[in-house]
């Protein structure tokens, strides 16, 4: 257990000695407190069939990646008319997503409104489905897809995250 950490459980016995802490509110706001939320969201609709997908980590840092479709989950919404399907995976620790925020911002995918925001983005050789099976190694998960195939798809990428859950 890391030095924050215990400092952390000493301030919540400390509250909860003193009559100060609510212990059900105590679990809801440590959720987030080692680990991330990470979720796959799947459309497969429109885009002539090839659909989209993207990743979102519910963290102290939050990260929303939709590539090249801005990193904006509205816009997928309305692009797409429909809720995604979602996959929710394994948590991450805090070191993973340390390791994976300082790559995130040097990776072309994390800031939108970037001059070079999008133009490697390639229907066959690096889209949507590239960019999440990027970031899923990248937090550390076992992605059973070999390589960088070309014309990877959501679909595909959506089946293997299927695999990481279990």
Same mark, same amino acid.
Request: aromatic share 12%; glycine share 4%.
């Given at each position: 257990?890391?030095? +924050?950490?215990?400092? /952390?459980? /000493?301030s919540?016995?400390?509250?909860?000695? &003193?009559?100060q802490?609510?212990?059900?509110?105590?679990?809801?706001?440590? +959720?987030?407190y080692?680990? !991330? %939320?990470?979720?796959?969201?799947y459309?497969?609709?429109?885009?002539?069939? /090839?659909? =989209?997908?993207?990743?979102?980590?519910?963290?102290?840092?939050?990260? #929303?990646? +939709?590539?090249?479709?801005?990193?904006?989950?509205?816009?997928?919404?309305?692009? =797409?008319? %429909?809720?995604?399907?979602?996959?929710?995976?394994?948590?991450?620790? *805090?070191?993973?997503? *340390?390791? /994976?925020n300082?790559? #995130?911002?040097? +990776?072309?995918? *994390?800031?939108?409104?970037?001059?070079?925001?999008?133009?490697?983005? @390639?229907?066959?050789? =690096?889209? &949507?489905? @590239?960019?999440?099976?990027? !970031?899923?190694?990248?937090?550390? #998960? @076992?992605?059973?897809?070999n390589?960088?195939?070309?014309?990877?798809?959501?679909?595909?990428?959506?089946?293997?995250?299927?695999?990481?859950?279990?």
């Amino acid at each position: 257990m890391s030095i +924050s950490s215990y400092l /952390f459980v /000493f301030s919540l016995l400390f509250l909860t000695a &003193c009559g100060q802490a609510d212990l059900a509110g105590v679990a809801a706001a440590t +959720s987030n407190y080692d680990t !991330a %939320k990470v979720q796959v969201f799947y459309w497969d609709n429109k885009n002539l069939g /090839f659909g =989209h997908i993207a990743l979102n980590i519910d963290a102290a840092t939050p990260v #929303y990646l +939709s590539y090249a479709m801005g990193n904006d989950l509205a816009t997928d919404l309305q692009k =797409h008319g %429909k809720e995604p399907e979602v996959l929710l995976l394994p948590p991450r620790s *805090s070191e993973e997503l *340390s390791s /994976f925020n300082d790559w #995130y911002e040097q +990776s072309p995918y *994390s800031d939108s409104a970037r001059d070079t925001y999008g133009q490697d983005y @390639h229907l066959l050789k =690096h889209n &949507c489905a @590239h960019a999440v099976v990027n !970031a899923l190694r990248k937090l550390e #998960y @076992h992605v059973p897809i070999n390589g960088t195939p070309l014309a990877l798809r959501p679909s595909q990428v959506y089946r293997a995250a299927s695999k990481i859950q279990r």
